[in-house]
């Protein structure tokens, strides 16, 4: 079975300075990695994917880099926000099947 | 219009209850799933629907029943539930289960087994 790990489990970062969060997958059939993010008392919000024909994606603040070949992939949040404080969740589908990793709570420290 | 709507928000039930979680999208989207969350943990897959029919059951015992009544509509039927069963059930749906669909998630329904 496919199985997704996924670093650091907590974050604490100064307001204004970058996190970052990383994850590992098995399954080579995986190729679309979606990021989400989770308010307290709220479903996951996809913020950000990345599908495997492409090594990069950008969106404002917000990066995904994948390597295909090592089975990782990472996201960046650049100038970080109060705002930008929940628990982010990576994941890796095929067929449907989206396995998630354990979640990394994000804290944005003004 | 990416949303997904689950009714109700927030259930409590007794272990000889039966209830129904809804979950609603007009995206026209073709591919629905539902999700158990526990506190502090990842979304675990339960079921998915492939053009209205079930494709894929993890292994979810019977007391929880899923049905796919049109494109739009799922639901989660509930019955002789455990207290271990309360957790925030997700619904979520994407265009279709193809690889690379993106999945979007309502917000939940949080579930207390009394």
């Known amino acids: 079975g496919e199985n997704v790990e996924q670093h650091p489990s907590t974050l604490s970062v100064q307001e204004g300075d970058s996190a970052v969060i990383k994850c590992t997958y098995s399954?080579?059939?995986?190729?679309?990695f979606p990021w989400y993010k989770q308010e307290l008392g709220k479903g996951p919000q996809l913020i950000i994917d990345?599908?495997?024909?492409?090594g990069e994606k950008k969106d404002q603040r917000i990066a995904v880099t994948l390597n295909k070949t090592a089975k990782h992939f990472s996201l960046h949040i650049t100038e970080t926000q109060p705002e930008d404080s929940a628990v982010y969740f990576c994941a890796a589908a095929s067929w449907g099947k989206f396995q998630f990793g354990a979640g990394t709570q994000v804290v944005v420290t003004p | 219009d990416t949303e997904v709507t689950q009714t109700p928000k927030h259930l409590v039930m007794g272990m000889t209850n039966k209830k129904s979680l809804k979950c609603e999208q007009h995206?026209?989207?073709?591919?629905m799933y539902w999700y158990k969350q526990k506190a502090k943990k990842p979304p675990e897959l339960m079921f998915v629907?492939?053009?209205?029919?079930?494709?894929i059951n993890e292994s979810v015992p019977s007391r929880f029943s899923p049905e796919c009544p049109n494109s739009s509509l799922l639901n989660l039927h509930l019955h002789a539930l455990q207290p271990e069963d309360s957790a925030l059930y997700l619904c979520?749906?994407?265009?279709?289960?193809?690889?690379?669909?993106?999945?979007?998630f309502g917000q939940g329904t949080r579930l207390t087994v009394v």
């Open positions: 995206m026209g989207h073709r591919a």
């Open positions: 979520a749906s994407s265009r279709d289960r193809d690889t690379g669909t993106e999945a979007f």
């Open positions: 399954d080579s059939a995986s190729n679309y």
């Open positions: 629907y492939s053009y209205e029919k079930l494709s």
């Open positions: 990345i599908r495997s024909n492409v």
